[in-house]
């Protein structure tokens, strides 16, 4: 299988910004304890911080190898990324998951869940309303039992 050394749009500018916030997470992980010692609480994650820096310097390396995507410049690139990486069906879910995160507080676990889950079948599968009212009936009653009886959580 031969593959295209070609750098998909948007993918240069996303490993930068992954390579930074990489750096700031290793600086937020060095505050806690610093190097004071092999088993400090900080430890753990300025490693895992250390080898996130790493395998991303190894794919900017990487990427010089490759060429450029078939852009005329940077806007075309971004206009181009922007419509590959978030076509409507995402951006439209995601301001369903953001509703979802807003309401749930307010209105409660139960009801705001139900919501959740009857427009997500609706929207994501095309689902009709009467087989989703039913199908986020009994998934929701189902939750509510294992966690009310087996775990013994109140849902709030």
Sequence with gaps: MK???RLRVGESLFTWLLLGFSLFILVLAYRISGF?????????????????????GLALAGNRRKRKPDAAGLLQELNQAY?????????????????????????????????FLLISMIYLKGAK???????????????YVVFHYFFLVVLP
């Design 83 to 115: 419509h590959e990486i978030f076509p409507p069906l995402f951006l439209i879910y995601t301001a369903i998951i953001v509703g979802y995160m807003i309401i749930l507080q307010p209105v409660h676990f139960l009801p705001s869940s139900f919501a």
């Design 36 to 56: 004071s010692s092999i088993s400090s609480p900080g430890m753990f994650p300025m490693l895992a911080a250390a080898v996130m820096v790493l395998s991303i």
């Design 129 to 143: 309303p009467l087989k989703s009212l039913l199908i986020s009936g009994v998934i929701l009653g189902v939750i």
């Design 3 to 5: 593959t295209d050394p």
